[in-house]
């Protein structure tokens, strides 16, 4: 595909996308970072509610004013879908890299398990594209902001059960540690979401429509024999 072209597609496709609002993450997540340094003894913890800022607006991605429209596109719901986050995700890890470099200040930096807290920030993000996801397959008008508020609420809801249930349950932890393999358990269940909010109304319809249509012949006893040309 010639260089012009992709461009011409992509352009459309960031508006739509609203790569700005997404931008507006990273951007919150330095400046939160920024008044960390002002405090006294910032911990390394407090990265976990750096990164739930970072990704908070990644649902925005899947706004769609034009859902409608683009129904009975040729362009496939799940190929919009990944175009949209590939265009995204750039944007997310380069701003997630940045907010590490500049967060070395913290005490208990050097200590922290940074590949695990990534995987945590990569399970909010999931979850949020998830949500929004969903929220679009079942006509929300707004799915980004649906994603923020429920992202927000997922988060309390794991502090609480952080405090109320049991270590031995397995629950997401809001702290990077030892557990993990129950962010990236987190992680497949989000995208598998995804992937299912992701496929086209029209291919879930059709063969129902057909299954009917074929029913309609069957039952009126002229079948395929009775519907094709030439048939006697």
């Not at 074929?214 to 009775?226: H, I, K, V, Y």
Request: with cysteine.
């Amino acid at each position: 595909m010639p260089l012009t072209t992709l461009v011409d597609l992509l352009r459309p496709t960031a508006r739509a996308g609203r790569i700005g609002v997404v931008a507006a993450g990273p951007a919150l997540g330095l400046a939160l970072v920024g008044l960390l340094s002002l405090t006294a003894h910032p911990v390394a913890p407090l990265l976990v509610l750096v990164g739930l800022v970072v990704v908070a607006p990644v649902g925005h991605l899947l706004d769609d004013p034009a859902a409608g429209v683009v129904a009975a596109s040729p362009t496939t719901l799940a190929r919009r879908t990944g175009l949209r986050v590939a265009l995204g995700a750039p944007l997310l890890v380069g701003g997630w890299l940045l907010i590490l470099d500049r967060s070395t200040f913290l005490d208990g930096y050097g200590r922290l398990p940074v590949g695990d807290l990534a995987v945590e920030v990569a399970g909010f993000a999931a979850f949020t594209l998830a949500v929004a996801a969903v929220a679009l397959r079942l006509g929300d008008t707004h799915p980004g902001t649906t994603a923020s508020i429920a992202l927000v609420m997922a988060a309390a809801a794991l502090l609480m059960a952080q405090r109320a249930l049991p270590a031995s349950w397995p629950v997401p932890l809001l702290e990077p540690g030892p557990h993990t393999g129950r962010w990236w358990f987190a992680v497949a269940v989000c995208v598998a979401v995804l992937v299912w909010a992701s496929r086209d109304p029209c291919a879930r319809i059709a063969p129902a429509v057909r299954g009917r249509a074929a029913s309609r012949r069957l039952g009126s006893g002229t079948g395929c024999a009775g519907s094709c040309p030439g048939s006697t």
